[in-house]
Nanobody, 114 residues
Framework: QVQLVESGGGLVQAGGSLRLSCAAS??????????WRWYRQAPGKQRELVAA???????NYADSVKGRFTISRDNAKKTVILQMNSLKPDDTAVYYC??????WGQGTQVTVSS
């Protein structure tokens, strides 16, 4: 079974940057022929899709993060990256990676202080 492990969360000041990673273990064909997504959920708010990348490498972003976040994938490492720049307090949330809609990472906390 494919499993995902997230890393890179932490505490950062407003205006700073963080790089989240999500590494998959399992069948490379299954992993690399599916799209990756990053979601986030803050207390009292709906879960939000923040970024997606297809198996072909095309990307989409939520309006709230456009121009600040970049999603990328490294198929050789079976890994998806979320580079987050110019962070704001409103970015504070638990971030979850998702593979092929059905497989989820464990979540990693991102806290942005003012």
């Amino acid at each position: 079974q494919v499993q995902l492990v997230e890393s890179g969360g932490g505490l950062v000041q407003a205006g700073g940057s963080l790089r989240l990673s999500c590494a998959a273990s399992g069948n490379s064909f299954i992993i690399n022929t599916q799209g990756w997504r990053w979601y986030r959920q803050a207390p009292g708010k709906q879960r939000e899709l923040v970024a997606a990348i297809t198996s072909r490498g095309s990307t989409n972003y939520a309006d709230s993060v456009k121009g600040r976040f970049t999603i990328s994938r490294d198929n050789a490492k079976k890994t998806v990256i979320l580079q987050m720049n110019s962070l704001k307090p409103d970015d504070t949330a638990v971030y979850y990676c998702n593979l092929g809609t059905a497989i989820w990472g464990q979540g990693t906390q991102v806290t942005v202080s003012s």
